[in-house]
């Protein structure tokens, strides 16, 4: 297999190869090594590599799962693993190691992923932009270098747009998968609170905000991750009722009865929408329509957003004390100056002032907000948004470098519809379905009832198949392809 073969493939079609043994494990591995020391390295998209040891793994992988053994990437995250040591994108956590692997982590392995790097983040992964200090640079968005790969995910966006990998792990607090897979032209899909498992350590992540997954290049890749690695875990605090059949069926199967889709074109608050972005969804509500599609246009409903903004910034805080205290218990030493970026080390400061009153508020915020938009929401199959408010970032406009409040009042802005829907629990996708003329991708979000993650997964692929997005790679890697 040739290098420009590999990249050309998506993991189910490498999997493929490799049950019919027309490639090999140590193969694939050698090609994502060799991307990863290039285009990787270019984009500053990948952290703790451990490249001559993953062609030893290789060597010894027993095919398994639905993907047998191609080469994968986790998140420089907390997400625990053996193999390869974290920093969370921030000084204080280098080179953290772990002595057990997560449950997801056996869950990506059993599915025939193999891990042989992290890949970048901002730090305490709480930005939608990746230029985190403690990464020596800022990555780099693989379709346009002046502009954000978006965040908390951006390095596993950019690798997998630059073909480093077909599919990487993600997480998404608050839009984490959603962001940088709209910035970089890939599939990013957020699973209905409780699918994906968080322990054993953990039982919620950001107060039920958080979750786990992967992006893609294709729909198919992220579904037959999402069959490998859902499923209720011994102990978890939440549950969402198992599909009634296998994520792979929902964008395999052929055509169903056609949905009841609303378009949202406006914001809370009225924050302003781009465009370029009004532009991108309406071409999906379009492409819905033309495919028997029942479109209606709407608006959100009614919610205090800057209260749930308030909240959202109160668990942060209280999320970030926690963290720092006990990496520094375990370090037996106190905070340093050179620790913290200066949004990090006011928002810690913010959440030494908070008090339990504050944080119990803030979760019943969340609950708020997720009963007022799965009341609303179960008016239609399905809801169309824009991913962000604005194109891609410019880079250094969410760097986290002035006070914490200031910085996240700009990522509310910029994100409004994202991390709405970590509160309210409900399963949402961005799909690239839309390119300016500049040649810039610009995400649509599908937003589904809680617990219908198919249906979710299903529009995705209709999309997909309307307006097929695996063809396209930036223009700088070309000539390579």
Same mark, same amino acid.
């Given at each position: 297999?040739?290098?420009?073969?590999?990249?050309?493939?998506?993991?189910?079609?490498?999997?493929?190869?490799?049950?019919?043994?027309?490639?090999?494990?140590?193969?694939?591995?050698?090609?994502?090594?060799?991307?990863?020391?290039?285009?990787?390295?270019?984009?500053?998209?990948?952290?703790?590599?451990?490249?001559?040891?993953?062609?030893?793994?290789?060597?010894?992988?027993?095919?398994?799962?639905?993907?047998?053994?191609?080469?994968?990437?986790?998140?420089?995250?907390?997400?625990?693993?053996?193999?390869?040591?974290?920093?969370?994108?921030?000084?204080?956590?280098?080179?953290?190691?772990?002595?057990?692997?997560?449950?997801?982590?056996?869950?990506?392995?059993?599915?025939?992923?193999?891990?042989?790097?992290?890949?970048? /983040?901002? *730090?305490?992964?709480? $930005? @939608?932009?990746?230029? %985190? &200090?403690?990464?020596? =640079?800022?990555?780099?968005? +693989?379709?346009?270098?002046?502009?954000?790969?978006?965040?908390?995910?951006?390095?596993?966006?950019?690798?997998?747009?630059?073909?480093?990998?077909?599919?990487?792990?993600?997480?998404?607090?608050?839009?984490?998968?959603?962001?940088?897979?709209?910035?970089?032209?890939?599939?990013?899909?957020?699973?209905?609170?409780?699918?994906?498992?968080?322990?054993?350590?953990?039982?919620?992540?950001?107060?039920?905000?958080?979750?786990?997954?992967?992006?893609?290049?294709?729909?198919?890749?992220?579904?037959?991750?999402?069959?490998?690695?859902?499923?209720?875990?011994?102990?978890?605090?939440?549950?969402?009722?198992?599909?009634?059949?296998?994520?792979?069926?929902? /964008?395999? *199967?052929?055509?169903? $009865? @056609?949905?009841?889709? %609303? &378009?949202?074109?406006? =914001?809370?608050?009225?924050? +302003?929408?781009?465009?370029?972005?009004?532009?991108?969804?309406?071409?999906?509500?379009?492409?819905?329509?033309?495919?028997?599609?029942?479109?209606?246009?709407?608006?959100?409903?009614?919610?205090?957003?800057?209260?749930?903004?308030?909240?959202?910034?109160?668990?942060?805080?209280?999320?970030?004390?926690?963290?720092?205290?006990?990496?520094?218990?375990?370090?037996?030493?106190?905070?340093?100056?050179?620790?913290?970026?200066?949004?990090?080390?006011?928002?810690?400061?913010?959440?030494?002032?908070?008090?339990?009153?504050?944080?119990?508020?803030?979760?019943?915020?969340?609950?708020?907000?997720?009963?007022?938009?799965?009341?609303?929401?179960?008016?239609?199959?399905?809801?169309?948004?824009?991913?962000?408010?604005?194109?891609?970032?410019?880079?250094?406009?969410?760097?986290?470098?002035?006070?914490?409040?200031?910085?996240?009042?700009?990522?509310?802005?910029?994100?409004?519809?994202?991390?709405?829907?970590?509160?309210?629990?409900?399963?949402?996708?961005?799909?690239?379905?839309?390119?300016?003329?500049?040649?810039?991708?610009?995400?649509?979000?599908?937003?589904?009832?809680?617990?219908?993650?198919?249906?979710?997964?299903?529009?995705?692929?209709?999309?997909?198949?309307?307006?097929?997005?695996?063809?396209?790679?930036?223009?700088?890697?070309?000539?390579?392809?």
């Amino acid at each position: 297999m040739t290098e420009n073969e590999y990249q050309d493939l998506d993991g189910l079609a490498l999997a493929d190869l490799l049950q019919k043994k027309a490639v090999s494990s140590p193969e694939l591995m050698e090609h994502a090594v060799a991307l990863s020391r290039t285009r990787g390295a270019a984009l500053n998209a990948i952290r703790y590599e451990k490249y001559d040891d993953a062609l030893q793994w290789a060597r010894q992988w027993r095919h398994q799962g639905q993907f047998q053994g191609i080469p994968f990437l986790l998140k420089d995250s907390s997400l625990a693993s053996v193999r390869l040591p974290m920093s969370l994108g921030s000084n204080l956590f280098t080179d953290t190691s772990f002595t057990f692997d997560a449950t997801l982590t056996q869950r990506f392995e059993a599915a025939g992923l193999i891990p042989f790097a992290r890949t970048s /983040v901002p *730090e305490f992964c709480m $930005a @939608p932009t990746t230029e %985190a &200090v403690a990464n020596g =640079a800022v990555t780099l968005n +693989p379709w346009d270098e002046t502009r954000s790969a978006g965040g908390s995910s951006g390095g596993a966006a950019a690798a997998v747009a630059a073909r480093v990998v077909p599919l990487a792990h993600g997480s998404d607090g608050g839009g984490s998968i959603r962001i940088p897979a709209s910035c970089c032209g890939l599939y990013g899909f957020k699973a209905t609170r409780g699918r994906v498992p968080t322990g054993p350590t953990k039982g919620e992540i950001w107060g039920g905000m958080g979750t786990d997954g992967v992006l893609s290049r294709s729909v198919r890749d992220t579904a037959a991750a999402m069959d490998a690695i859902c499923g209720r875990e011994a102990g978890a605090p939440y549950d969402s009722a198992p599909p009634n059949a296998s994520f792979m069926s929902a /964008v395999t *199967e052929a055509r169903r $009865a @056609p949905l009841r889709i %609303a &378009v949202w074109t406006s =914001a809370w608050d009225g924050i +302003p929408l781009a465009p370029e972005c009004l532009d991108a969804v309406r071409y999906a509500a379009s492409l819905c329509k033309d495919m028997g599609h029942e479109i209606i246009e709407a608006a959100p409903p009614p919610l205090d957003y800057q209260q749930f903004f308030q909240s959202h910034l109160q668990v942060l805080e209280a999320n970030i004390v926690a963290s720092v205290h006990a990496r520094l218990a375990g370090l037996k030493r106190s905070l340093r100056d050179d620790d913290l970026e200066p949004a990090m080390r006011d928002g810690y400061e913010q959440g030494l002032r908070l008090t339990a009153e504050d944080y119990v508020n803030a979760i019943n915020t969340f609950h708020h907000v997720g009963r007022v938009l799965q009341t609303d929401i179960a008016r239609f199959d399905l809801i169309l948004t824009p991913m962000l408010a604005q194109p891609p970032a410019p880079l250094g406009y969410l760097a986290m470098q002035g006070p914490f409040r200031e910085f996240r009042y700009k990522v509310a802005q910029y994100a409004v519809f994202s991390a709405i829907m970590n509160a309210s629990g409900q399963p949402a996708a961005s799909v690239p379905v839309y390119w300016t003329e500049a040649g810039l991708p610009i995400g649509v979000q599908i937003m589904g009832q809680f617990g219908r993650d198919d249906l979710v997964l299903r529009l995705s692929a209709e999309l997909e198949r309307a307006a097929p997005w695996a063809g396209r790679i930036p223009a700088r890697f070309k000539q390579a392809a």
